[in-house]
Structures are given as structure tokens and as C-alpha cells.
């Protein structure tokens, strides 16, 4: 008996596992998951994007958002970081697209602190969140780092998904334009 439910106990347990372990990528034409992001830390950061608390991505000030999944121990989060430096600086200096395409970085597992440190060491200018006990990280389908999502806020819908960096700055600057086109 004592096995029978032990059997039992387990094997709910790796169904129960399952189900949490299956939630799916966002996918493209989709609505984005819904979930709350904490208010940026900075002053500057939430008038970027044009918030004052805590958050949803369609509440952000734009036409465009940028979802980056990070890490600051991934080393390709690392390696792309002046990458993603570079397309925050296109999108800002650039008329068409200024105001209209926003950019948040989502630590999977990091701490406060762990995002600060990513920001200062790589000089990150767009707003970085945590997501320390991972439950956007889960939420987005538990992609590894990085992963992108590019959702356009009215109506919340996701546009396109990349899981990996970017070849170019210019690459990824192209694909948003078109896509923020598309969107008229």
C-alpha cells in the first residue's frame, strides 16, 4: 500500500511538473502573456517609458516594445550587451522610430542587484527589470538567453520572437522598422 502511494504521489508530481514546464513560447499574431513588471527604478527610466509604476507591456508608452530575456550570466547576453547599446541608440536618434519603439531587458533569475550590475558593466541606458524568482522567465515559456519578443501594445500582441543575439545592430533596427510599418 505504502508503495501504491508513493507511486501515486510521484507520479502526480511529474504530471503537475509537466503541465508547469509546457507553458509555450509567445507566439507571433498571439496575445502576450499577461503579466506585471515592477516599476523601473529610475526617474528617468519610468518616463522613458512613460509609466509611474508597476506595469503591464501594453501600458508602455509606445508602439513597439522590445522584450530582451537576459541574463547577466549568460554569456551571450554579455557579448550582445553593446549590441543591444547600439539599437537602443538607432531607435533613439532616429525620427521615425524615437518614442514609437521602447526596449525593457527581463533578468531571468537576477536580482536587483545582479540587474544593477549588468547595467553599470555594460553601460545598458534602456531599462533593466529583475525576475528573480522567474515567473516571467516561466511565463515567456522558459526560453533560454537571450530571447527576444517584439510585441506592438495596441493590442497587446506579439509581432516576432528570437531566441539568440542579433547578427547586427542594423539587422535587428531594419526588422523593427519594417515591423512598426506594417503596423500603419
Known amino acids: 500500500m505504502r508503495k501504491i502511494i508513493l507511486l501515486s504521489v510521484l507520479c ?7 503541465v508547469y514546464a ?7 499574431g498571439n496575445a502576450l502573456p499577461d503579466f506585471t513588471l515592477p516599476a ?22 509606445s508602439d513597439l516594445v522590445v522584450i530582451q530575456i ?3 550570466y549568460c554569456p551571450y547576453c554579455q557579448k550582445d550587451a553593446p549590441n543591444m547599446n547600439q539599437l537602443f541608440s538607432k531607435i533613439e536618434s532616429d525620427a521615425a522610430t524615437k518614442g ?7 533578468g531571468a533569475g537576477n536580482s536587483q ?12 541606458a ?3 527589470l529583475p525576475d528573480q524568482d522567474y515567473k516571467i522567465h516561466d511565463i ?18 506579439v509581432v516576432f520572437t528570437k531566441l539568440g543575439a542579433y547578427d547586427s545592430p542594423e539587422e535587428f533596427f531594419n526588422a523593427l522598422k519594417a515591423a512598426l510599418k506594417e503596423a500603419k
Open 70 to 72: 537576459f541574463s547577466m
Open 140 to 157: 515567456m515559456g522558459q526560453p533560454r538567453t537571450p530571447f527576444f519578443v517584439v510585441v506592438r501594445t495596441k493590442p497587446g500582441k
Open 12 to 18: 502526480l508530481a511529474l504530471a503537475v511538473g509537466n
Open 113 to 124: 542587484m545582479e540587474v544593477d550590475t549588468f547595467r553599470k558593466r555594460y553601460n545598458v
Open 126 to 128: 534602456f531599462p533593466l
Open 22 to 28: 509546457a507553458q509555450p513560447k509567445p507566439i507571433p
Open 100 to 106: 514609437k519603439i521602447k526596449i525593457i531587458g527581463i
Open 40 to 61: 523601473p527604478g529610475s526617474g528617468s527610466e519610468r518616463s522613458y517609458l512613460g509609466l509611474s509604476g508597476p506595469f503591464q507591456v501594453s501600458n508602455v508608452k
